[in-house]
Structure formats: structure tokens, C-alpha cells
């Protein structure tokens, strides 16, 4: 029991260390949210930085090889002179980059061309001599490109790639032209580190298996040592406890670590060699090492590092460190080597075995002056523990007398005792407050019933059949059953079997707009299907709207209009089919497709058959007054019937949506097959790429000619523009679900009109929390009661308003809570709930005066929902803020 306990105690104090460790050591680069495109489209990448083998002609030379850009000169890609297997097209990042995702795309030239690469290699280089051909986890070079002319292609770098200089070169048969647009996302790789040296992984036989423990992706030189490359050990992925298992699919036992045996090393310790892009002031070492002593694998007893700058000798002085020793948890962890400033370009470290096995999964080296990861931790699966131990910090001292051990002993036998009965008393009184609230809860879900029942029309989900199961969305209220109810802290870590719970609750009363943007933006969009990831994110018609009365409040279902539901739509006219020009596909989903069009006298159609305010959304569009560029949802014809009532009734919600800054429905094509909505397109896409791509300019009083630069005048006029679209979607009683920067779309003149396709694009999947494959919820802009007991209404939106101004002021230059990872942004989400001053905030922005910050963004975070201020009072701030 006693042991039981202590094992308890242990985990509750890592946990509780666990936010002191991540703003004392620097964070890891993380390949999940180090995503950012690094200049091919947005141009900040020059033309002499891009090169080519070969060309077709000047008009297909390397500086049209952008993704997504046609300046009008080109004809819009590179093309090679002729179809060889030497052929390629280069790209100097001009330092050294993490590479985490690459796109492709083909050459149309408007309709006049259409050539692709239906599959390419990609090589890389650090120093723009030595080359290295890029292979998968695998061992493949081959990636598969494009199908088409117009598809934007994105791959995912497995393993990532640490490069300056990448090649892309296509694969085709001599008789073909191919032609290629390229952008590539990643981050600065900010450790400065070039290559390490260490002896080749060995094999272990455990259980009559052969664990591996090979480097299989270092690009160096392979043989009894591993020379001048990088691999494994730098692929910003942490092995698991276990070292049999891997985060990898249909990988080999082993895969994730490099290990080595002390009976291959007589002189007891292994020697690595770290060579670096310059002399750099180290101040720490982070190696993270597998602990499974029952294994016979143990993080090493002791490492002995050497410096040397240049080619000179290697110091004689030299930095030891011993790990304290742990022989009662197998958790693999990080350790922090202080590494006291020494001024170095190379690093020398011997690590010692301290048992029959040591293996590394990564290293990471933090130096004085550099900047930290623009990233969060690397996540884990759910329910694993923290790999970060109170003995992992080098200051931590280990006391050998054993007088003072009994005496902390006895002291930690007392303390847990106290703990116990503290927490005993606590759950208590806890449990009688929850039963309380789920009393409440449930007396306001049946009287919402009710009241339903007693309106004289209902809504249903239009998904359900008769005999199958639709696909789930998340109710207005989760009702909480008392029987079954928890604390939030349980809840935390039964999340994925409350959604499942709570999924097949209730009557489900949602008519998603999720396709008011799924239509929109400038770049390549994989859609998904409407309700398919299990919530809608755009708004729903029934919705909790807070009712304050003089004595007491409580929630209701607001009715919205039957007109929005049934009817014929009198907004809306058909426009002809035949004036629809493809040009491009912009996504998929389940039972339709998103395309750009060019239509022939929209601007005219929409002034003669629409009201007034519409046609201002069609001001400053491409091309011509006939011919306009509008983005078309598509629903294929084989779709069923559900999915055909799910469109119209999308189309008759949005064609009421009339603001300056939702993006609007402009006509639709329902006579025939396939039925078509046509909505307006927005030439900049969405904020979030559009703010990462600008520097704030210091002038803010006047405009400046740098269209890389924005003030801070502009930044607060789009965080008025989105208020002022929320505020009306409220007035409508509409709950957006999902407001942040990456669902704002930026026309011209810096005009911001509310959507919603975030989680549609790989580039944002980084952004949602995924719940078994259920469900997906951008847990980082939710407000905490909407993750604890699923409840969304316009106070939760002006939480996530808070969220997106923050976004806006840091100019989308970071992920909120980057400092953690998903499961701790939802323990911090249980410390809003319990409210004891543990709860950690955003950070004020630099460019945030501290007025707005404290008054606006923290009012927006507050605990009690009827605190928070409207979004009419946000746009009244933000106005006053702009005088």
C-alpha cells in the first residue's frame, strides 16, 4: 500500500513540476506545429534564391516555380528543357531549416497548359556540396505528386529533413514534359548542429526477438561509425517508454532509439561527436534516454563532454555530470546536461554504461543569444505520464548520508498521510458541489425538452435515416447523467469515452454551416465532409441562449425562424450553369468538391436579383465587371438523400447571412444535377497565413510601401472587422464554434469576413485535438466549459475571440499555449474550472498595450461566463481603441 502511494505522490509531483520544467528548459522542435511555409508563395524566398538544371523556355524559367503565385509574366511553373532524370529545380533557404512539409503543383498556364509531375525525389544539402537523396522511414525515395494540373499536393517529410539547399527533381518517362510549382513549410533549425558522430547502433535479442537499434534514417556516412549526417537522433520524435513499440506504423522493435552494449566497449562508455554551423556559447544538452532496467537498458551513469572551436585541439578542461540515479521508474526521460557557456563549434561526450544497454532516441543542444522552438512539446499518446523527473534537473542534489534519507523518509511518509486525508476531505465536498451543478444541469436539459415539445415545429438532424446511424455532432448542451457524473480531473483523462457517452445522447437539433467556407481561400484545401469528424464548427440554429431575469437566470433554447428551414428561398436565384468556368479544385470532401470558377456576369446577376449589401462583396474581385472569380460547393450526384437535404438546407440559412464580414452566398444551381452553391472568393486566404508573413511595422501612424509589413492600427482594425461580424451572427443567435485566425479570409485593403475551413487543411491539423478518430475540437481557442461539459454558446465565441486578438497581435508567429502540450492545455482547462489562482493565461503580446490586454483579453477569459463582455461591447472597445 505504501508503495502504491508513494507511486502516487511521485506522479502528482511531476505533474506539478511539470510547468516550472517548461519555461526553465527550452522546448524541443516539435514536426507537428513547426509547419510554416517558408517563402516559395508568399515571395519572400527571392528569384536568385531559386535555380534550375534546365529550362523550356524564359517564360517556364525557376522563378515561376512558386506554389499557388502567377505574377501574369510566366507561364505560371518550371518546366525542364527536356525530361531527364539529372533534372531538378533548387531552392536556397540560405540557413538552415527544418523541413517538415512539402507541396507540389502542376503548370495550366489559364487553360493553356497542362503539365505535372506525377511523381518526384527530392535531394537536400547543409553546405551546397555534399548531397543526400531523401528517402521515407521506409527506405523510398519515390513520392507520389500530382494527379492533375491544378491540385495542390502536400506531403509530409518522414523523417523531416535538416537542409539549406533542396532539390526537387521529377520522375517521368523522357518522352514527357512535366512542369512543377513547389512551396516548403517547415521552421529555422535554431540548434545549429551539422552532424554527429557516434558507432553504429547495434541489435539486442530480447524474447526471441531482434530489436534493432540502427539509426535507419542518418545521412551520413554508414559503416562501424556513423560520420558527418544526421538521423534519428535529431528527427524531433521521442521514443516511448517501451522501446519495443514505436509511434511508427509496421516499423521493427527498437526503431525509435539508437542503442549501443557495454560488452562491444571495453573502455565502459560511449563516444559521440557534435559538429556545429558555428562557434556557439552552450549553456545545456537535452538527451533523451530509455530508463526499462528490467530490460537491462538504464540512462547512462555519467557524461564527460570536451570542447574544441575550429581545428584546434580539444580542451582539457572538460564538463562532468551524473544523472541522479532512479531504479524505481522505468519512464523513459529527457536529461538536462548544463553545459556552463562553454564557447565551442564541435562537442565531444562520452556517455557511461551505468547497465548491459544505453539507447538515445534524440539530442538537442540550447546555446546563449538563440532564440526557442516557435513550437510546443512534442505530444504523447494519452495516458502516458510526462517523461520530466524531479531528478532531471541538474541543480537537483542527492543527499548519500543515510541519516538525512530516513529523516526525508519519515517527512514523506507524514506529508502523503496529510495529502491523503486533505484529499479525502476534499472529494467530499467536491462531489457534493458536482451533484449540485449536474442537478442543475439536468433540470435546465428537461425543461429545454419540454419546451421543445411543447414548440409548434421542431428540428431534427438532417443526417439521420431510418436504420442507420448518422454521423454525430456535438449537442448544445451535453447533459451530464448523475449516476455516471465526475469531476472534472477523471474527466480529463476519460475524454475520449465521455464524447462516446455523451454521442448517442438526446435529440440533435444542428443545421451546420460548415460550408461557408469550405468555398473559400487562395490555397490547396483537403476538405472533409460536413459533420464527418463528428462537430460541427460554424454555427447551429438551435442554440443556448442565457436568459437574466431580475431574480434568477437560465438557459433556453432560442427559436430561430422556420423560414430558415422550409419555404421556398426567395433570396436566391439560379444562375446558369453554362457562364461556370473551372479553373481550379480547391478541396473534397465526403459527397462534394470545392472549385474556383471564373463566372461570366455575376457582378450584374447578383445587383439585379439580390438585395443591396450583397453586391459590396463582389467589389475588388479579379477580372473584369462580366467575369468574376467565385469559389462553387459541388454535391455529387450519387449522394444520398440526406447528404441532399443537408445541402439545401445550408444553402436556405446562408442566403440570410447578409454582413459586411461573413463571407455570403451569392447564387446557387439547383434545377439540375449536381446542385451547386456559388459564394464569393477571397484572393489573400485566411489570416493565419496571411499575418505569419508580415512583420509589424513600428511606423503605425502612417502606411508603409512594404506590403511584407503591417501596423498596428491595421491589426486592430481586423480584430474590429471580426468582432463586428460575430456581433452579428449573435444578434442571430448563431454560435460560430470555431472562431480563430486560421477561419478569417483577408480580401483586398485588409477586409476580414468570418468562415470556417481550418480543420479541413492539413496545415492546421496541428491545431485539433482528435478524440480516438471521433471527433476533432481546436481545444487551444475553446473556453473551459466547453471542453469540461461541452457547452457552447456566444460566451464561449468571445472566449475564443480572446484567443484569435491574441493570434492577431503576435502576427500568427505562434500556436496559443505552444509551451504545452494537448493534455496539458486540458489540465490547465480543469484549473480555469476549480479556480484556485493555478490557471496559466496567454501572455500579454508585445505590441499590446497593457489596457486592452487586461480589460479586453483577460474580460474574455474570465471563469464566469456572464462576466465576459458581448461582442457588441468588444466592438466597442476595439473602436475606441482605433480614435
Not at 809 to 830: A, H
Amino acid at each position: 500500500m505504501l508503495q502504491i502511494v508513494s507511486e502516487m505522490t511521485l506522479l502528482q509531483i511531476r505533474h506539478g513540476l511539470l510547468l516550472f520544467l517548461i519555461t526553465a528548459v527550452p522546448a524541443q522542435v516539435n514536426p507537428g506545429v513547426c509547419r510554416y511555409p517558408l517563402g516559395m508563395t508568399g515571395g519572400q524566398i527571392p528569384d536568385d534564391d531559386i535555380s534550375a538544371s534546365s529550362q523550356w523556355s524564359e517564360s517556364t524559367a525557376a522563378r515561376y516555380g512558386r506554389l499557388d503565385f502567377d505574377d501574369g509574366d510566366g507561364d505560371g511553373a518550371w518546366c525542364p528543357k527536356i525530361m531527364a532524370e539529372a533534372e531538378f529545380l533548387q531552392v536556397d533557404l540560405r540557413s538552415l531549416h527544418f523541413i517538415t512539409l512539402v507541396g507540389t503543383q502542376g503548370r495550366h498556364a489559364d487553360g493553356m497548359g497542362n503539365e505535372f509531375a506525377q511523381r518526384y525525389r527530392i535531394k537536400y544539402s547543409r553546405d551546397g556540396t555534399r548531397w543526400v537523396a531523401w528517402q521515407d522511414r521506409k527506405g523510398s525515395q519515390v513520392i507520389e505528386g500530382n494527379k492533375n494540373a491544378y491540385d495542390v499536393v502536400l506531403k509530409d517529410m518522414e523523417p523531416p529533413i535538416i537542409a539549406r539547399f533542396i532539390r526537387f527533381m521529377p520522375v517521368a518517362d523522357n518522352s514527357m514534359i512535366v512542369c512543377m510549382r513547389v512551396e516548403l513549410y517547415g521552421c529555422e533549425w535554431l540548434d545549429g548542429l551539422v552532424s554527429y558522430s557516434a558507432p553504429a547502433g547495434q541489435e539486442m535479442t530480447y524474447g526471441g526477438k531482434n530489436v534493432n537499434l540502427n539509426d535507419s534514417v542518418y545521412d551520413g556516412t554508414l559503416g562501424l561509425r556513423m560520420e558527418h549526417g544526421l538521423g534519428q537522433l535529431t528527427d524531433g520524435a521521442w521514443g516511448l517508454d517501451d522501446f519495443l513499440f514505436s509511434n511508427v506504423y509496421g516499423v521493427w522493435p527498437g526503431y525509435d532509439y539508437v542503442g549501443w552494449t557495454n560488452e562491444s566497449f571495453p573502455k565502459g562508455y560511449v563516444e559521440m561527436k557534435f559538429e556545429f554551423d558555428r562557434i556557439r556559447n552552450f549553456t545545456s544538452m537535452k538527451v533523451h534516454c530509455s530508463n526499462m532496467f528490467s530490460r537491462g537498458v538504464r540512462m547512462f551513469r555519467q557524461t564527460t563532454c570536451y570542447f574544441r572551436t575550429s581545428e584546434s585541439e580539444w580542451e582539457s578542461a572538460a564538463v562532468t555530470f551524473r544523472p541522479p540515479e532512479d531504479r524505481v521508474s522505468q519512464i523513459a526521460r529527457f536529461i538536462t546536461v548544463p553545459l556552463g557557456g562553454r564557447m565551442a563549434t564541435s562537442i565531444k561526450c562520452r556517455f557511461a554504461f551505468n547497465e548491459a544497454w544505453v539507447m538515445i532516441s534524440e539530442v538537442a543542444f540550447q546555446s546563449a543569444g538563440t532564440a526557442v522552438y516557435n513550437t510546443s512539446l512534442p505530444p504523447r499518446k494519452r495516458g502516458h505520464p510526462t517523461n520530466l523527473l524531479p531528478g532531471d534537473d541538474p541543480v537537483h542534489k542527492v543527499d548519500e548520508s543515510n541519516t538525512r534519507i530516513l529523516i526525508g523518509c519519515l517527512v514523506a511518509v507524514i506529508l502523503i498521510l496529510l495529502a491523503i486525508i486533505v484529499i479525502i476531505m476534499w472529494r467530499q465536498v467536491w462531489q457534493k458541489m458536482l451533484e449540485k451543478a449536474s442537478r442543475r444541469i439536468l433540470d435546465d436539459e428537461l425543461s429545454a425538452r419540454l419546451a421543445i415539445q411543447t414548440q409548434a415545429f421542431s428540428f431534427h438532424h438532417s443526417s439521420q435515416s431510418s436504420g442507420s446511424t448518422s454521423n454525430s455532432t456535438y449537442e448544445r448542451i451535453f447533459p451530464l447523467c448523475s449516476p455516471d457524473y465526475q469531476e472534472p480531473s477523471r474527466l480529463i483523462r476519460k475524454l475520449p469515452e465521455f464524447a462516446q457517452s455523451i454521442e448517442d445522447l438526446g435529440h440533435r437539433c444542428s443545421v451546420s454551416l460548415c460550408s461557408v467556407s469550405s468555398a473559400a481561400g487562395s490555397s490547396s484545401r483537403q476538405l472533409q465532409a460536413c459533420g464527418s469528424d463528428g462537430a460541427p464548427h460554424y454555427a447551429e440554429a438551435d442554440i443556448v441562449n442565457q436568459q437574466e431575469g431580475a431574480a434568477s437566470s437560465s438557459y433556453s433554447i432560442t427559436a430561430v425562424n422556420m423560414n430558415l428551414l422550409s419555404g421556398k428561398d426567395t433570396d436566391m436565384r439560379e444562375f446558369p450553369r453554362d457562364k461556370l468556368t473551372f479553373k481550379e479544385k480547391l478541396g473534397e470532401g465526403q459527397f462534394g468538391e470545392v472549385h474556383l470558377c471564373e463566372a461570366e456576369g455575376m457582378q450584374g446577376f447578383v445587383e439585379k436579383n439580390l438585395p443591396g449589401e450583397v453586391t459590396s462583396c463582389l467589389e475588388g474581385s479579379e477580372g473584369s465587371r462580366d467575369t468574376v472569380l467565385v469559389a462553387v460547393k459541388t454535391l455529387r450526384e450519387d449522394a444520398n438523400k440526406n447528404a441532399r437535404n443537408d445541402f439545401l438546407k445550408e444553402i436556405r440559412i446562408m442566403s440570410r447571412l447578409r454582413d459586411p464580414n461573413i463571407v455570403s452566398l451569392l447564387a446557387v444551381c439547383v434545377e439540375s444535377d449536381p446542385l451547386c452553391m456559388i459564394t464569393e472568393y477571397m484572393e489573400n486566404g485566411d489570416l493565419n497565413q496571411f499575418l505569419s508573413c508580415h512583420q509589424l511595422n513600428q511606423a503605425e501612424q502612417t502606411p508603409t510601401s512594404d506590403h511584407s509589413t503591417v501596423s498596428y492600427s491595421s491589426l486592430i482594425s481586423m480584430g474590429t472587422q471580426i468582432a463586428s461580424g460575430m456581433k452579428y451572427l449573435s444578434s442571430l443567435n448563431f454560435v460560430h464554434r470555431d472562431l480563430a485566425t486560421r477561419n478569417c479570409l483577408v480580401g483586398k485593403n485588409y477586409t476580414i469576413k468570418i468562415a470556417d475551413f481550418g480543420m479541413s487543411r492539413n496545415l492546421y491539423r496541428g491545431d485539433y485535438y482528435r478524440i480516438q478518430g471521433r471527433a476533432v475540437l481546436p481545444i487551444r481557442w475553446m473556453s473551459w466549459e466547453s471542453i469540461l461539459l461541452g457547452k457552447f454558446t456566444m460566451a464561449s465565441d468571445v472566449w475564443a475571440f480572446g484567443v484569435t486578438l491574441w493570434e492577431i497581435l503576435n502576427l500568427c508567429k505562434e500556436q496559443p499555449y505552444c509551451q504545452f502540450s494537448d493534455e496539458q492545455v486540458i489540465e490547465n482547462t480543469g484549473e480555469f474550472f476549480r479556480d484556485q489562482g493555478k490557471q496559466v493565461y496567454l501572455p500579454r503580446p508585445h505590441c499590446c498595450p497593457d489596457l486592452l490586454y487586461s480589460s479586453l483579453m483577460l474580460g474574455c477569459w474570465r471563469r464566469n461566463a456572464k462576466q465576459r463582455p458581448t461582442f457588441q461591447e468588444i466592438y466597442n472597445q476595439l473602436g475606441e481603441s482605433q480614435e
